[in-house]
């Protein structure tokens, strides 16, 4: 039964090279639904001075499970499509108290994944294929930054730099967020209505939208955007197979 939660025990530890020896370690406990890519991590993780595997767990319901009964310091977890319950269980970690800081661990590089899981609370972003030097400094910045500031690890700074919300060529959230409804041929009012502002507002973050993007209209604002795979052809169909759910079957019975 690999796949069972595997429960560490505590104790400080002595950080080699450093000197110290009264720091407790930081506690961090793993997420990921692949059974040796967990444990190769857990062995490189304890290989470190000051880092503790206190549980490994193969889903996110075991993690929420065991932050609440132990404590960690640090989850860490993976995130894979559907980003719902990665979603889903990041807000309910912030509800935690005293809520953990979550480390997420992914192979999508897309800013406007980064973006949006940053906003819902993870301490950091990391991609699968950085070296473990990088993981360990991202676990340890998440708990010892006295700011808070956001860790992305693995991704060209060009990139990282997309990221940065207000930055002068990066879209904000809600520009992200309109420009997604545009893609999807909704007008001015209909994006308006959905997302309950005003026209005029919307017309605002498209205009601002527009120079950061390096376009003047819609279309090319939408051509942009899927070529630069901020938007995918899957985003703009999501909400036609939802709709789809949605309507009645016309009295066909089942």
Sequence with gaps: RTDAPRVGKGGAVQEEGNG????PPIRVLLADDHTLFRQGIAGLLTSYGGLEI??????????????????????????????????ESLLKMRDISPAPKVVLVTMFEEPRYVREFLNLGASAYILKSVSVEHLVGAVRAAVFDPKGHHVVVGMPQEMIEEVEE??????????????????RGLSNRQIASSLMLSE??????????????GVSSRGEAVRKALFEN?????????QDKEQEEEEPNDGRSS
Aim: no cysteine.
């Design 230 to 238: 901020w938007v995918t052809i899957e985003d703009i169909t999501e």
């Design 20 to 23: 110290e020896t009264n720091r």
């Design 166 to 183: 207000g930055s002068g060529g990066v879209l904000s959230v809600r520009e992200m967020e309109i420009l997604l409804l545009v893609a």
């Design 54 to 87: 206190i549980a490994e767990v193969p889903n996110d319901q075991e993690a929420l499970r065991l932050t609440q009964q132990e404590k960690p310091d640090v989850v860490l977890m993976q995130v894979q499509m559907p980003f719902e319950r990665s979603k």
């Design 200 to 213: 005029a507002t919307v017309k605002r973050h498209l205009a601002n939208a527009y120079p950061k993007m």
